[in-house]
């Protein structure tokens, strides 16, 4: 797993417009999605994200995705699971402390963030993990709170 992530990482300018796209494309579909219900979609978008997410960046289903933010780096993947890194433990090489044998998210996290479009949004604080949304797709709740967003004026 940890070679794809990598190579993931290595490439985020790519992955970065797929994972766009995919949430461009689910906007779009709000009108549908908004019928059914996204609790009642959470289940089967979750069971199709978990897999997909889950070969290409090591997801984790924290149910609040930070791909786009940190350079298509999941920072659930970090041992500490640090939100905002890299904590100050970061070895010589650039690999992890608690994990020497893995190369640190967060390192990685800069590297592939210089690659993406924009780039600075690494420089944005994220938010603590809420645990209640383990297992939730991210996908769903990311356009729920895009189109609230668009709604209100501030999108």
């Given at each position: 797993?940890?070679?794809?992530?990598?190579?993931?990482?290595?490439?985020?300018?790519?992955?970065?417009?797929?994972?766009?796209?995919?949430?461009?494309?689910?906007?779009?579909?709000?009108?549908?999605?908004?019928?059914?219900?996204?609790?009642?979609?959470?289940?089967?978008?979750?069971?199709?994200?978990?897999?997909?997410?889950?070969?290409?960046?090591?997801?984790?289903?924290?149910?609040?995705?930070?791909?786009?933010?940190?350079?298509?780096?999941?920072?659930?993947?970090?041992?500490?699971?640090?939100?905002?890194?890299?904590?100050?433990?970061?070895?010589?090489?650039?690999?992890?402390?608690?994990?020497?044998?893995?190369?640190?998210?967060?390192?990685?996290?800069?590297?592939?963030?210089?690659?993406?479009?924009?780039?600075n949004k690494i420089n944005i604080v994220q938010l603590p993990v809420d645990h209640s949304l383990k297992g939730k797709s991210s996908w769903l709740r990311a356009v729920h709170l895009q189109v609230a967003e668009n709604a209100s004026?501030?999108?």
């Open positions: 797993m940890r070679a794809v992530r990598y190579w993931v990482v290595e490439h985020p300018d790519v992955w970065e417009k797929v994972y766009q796209a995919i949430e461009w494309t689910l906007v779009k579909c709000h009108p549908w999605l908004n019928s059914i219900g996204y609790d009642r979609l959470d289940k089967p978008f979750a069971l199709f994200e978990k897999p997909v997410k889950g070969f290409l960046f090591d997801c984790q289903m924290c149910g609040q995705c930070a791909l786009l933010s940190t350079g298509m780096s999941c920072p659930m993947n970090c041992p500490k699971t640090l939100t905002n890194g890299p904590c100050g433990g970061v070895l010589a090489n650039g690999h992890c402390e608690v994990k020497p044998d893995m190369r640190c998210v967060w390192v990685e996290a800069v590297k592939g963030s210089r690659n993406m479009k924009d780039g004026g501030s999108g």
